[in-house]
């Protein structure tokens, strides 16, 4: 264990944060989708910094409740610049502030012939069709990796597709592809 592992999280989080005259920017590594992220000292568990700015300056988080940007920068944990909210209220505020898919970057609109998808999922990556027919090939003996290729997709995708982990509903014997 580094000497750093043994110093409370407190202490930790304030070496890696820079402090301007708006936000706090974390200075840390970030995770993958762009937050700052903190190991809490207890074995590998890391949590997200601003999360560790809230519960240093207001408390714990409620079970269930988000620690939203009002400031929009992931990697601000500035307590000022943050709030509690549901997924619901973190939804919202970034559909109000003009974030997320929208316009012509929803694969439905860029995909209309994905539909019957889109308006319940708007990630989906591949029609009922595609899908059938990429088992079936599956099914015949080709590799996953070669179908990736084939499709122009990351095999994972299409690994979840042709295994069944992704698309449960859909039957290979189903009639339709609505």
């Known amino acids: 264990m580094t000497q750093g592992r043994r110093e409370p999280l407190a202490k930790r989080f304030w070496t890696f944060v820079q402090k301007t005259d708006s936000c706090w920017n974390w200075?840390?590594?970030?995770?993958t989708n762009g937050y700052g992220r903190i190991g809490t000292g207890q074995g590998k568990e890391m949590a997200y910094a601003h999360r560790v700015s809230w519960q240093l300056?207001?408390?714990?988080?409620p079970a269930g409740m988000c620690v939203c940007h009002t400031c929009d920068n992931r990697l601000c944990v500035n307590p000022d610049h943050l709030f509690l909210g549901t997924i619901a209220d973190n939804i919202a505020d970034m559909v109000a502030k003009g974030r997320g898919l929208r316009g012509d970057q929803c694969p439905a609109k860029?995909?209309?012939?994905?539909?019957?998808?889109?308006?319940?999922h708007p990630a989906a990556v591949f029609t009922n069709a595609e899908v059938r027919e990429m088992r079936a090939k599956h099914h015949s003996g080709v590799r996953i990796v070669d179908i990736a290729r084939e499709v122009g997709a990351k095999y994972a995708t299409v690994y979840m597709a042709v295994t069944g982990r992704n698309w449960r509903r859909l039957t290979s014997?189903?009639?339709s592809d609505a």
């Open 27 to 31: 200075t840390g590594t970030p995770s």
């Open 57 to 61: 300056h207001r408390g714990p988080v």
């Open 173 to 175: 014997t189903a009639a």
């Open 110 to 120: 860029a995909h209309p012939e994905r539909l019957p998808h889109c308006d319940r």
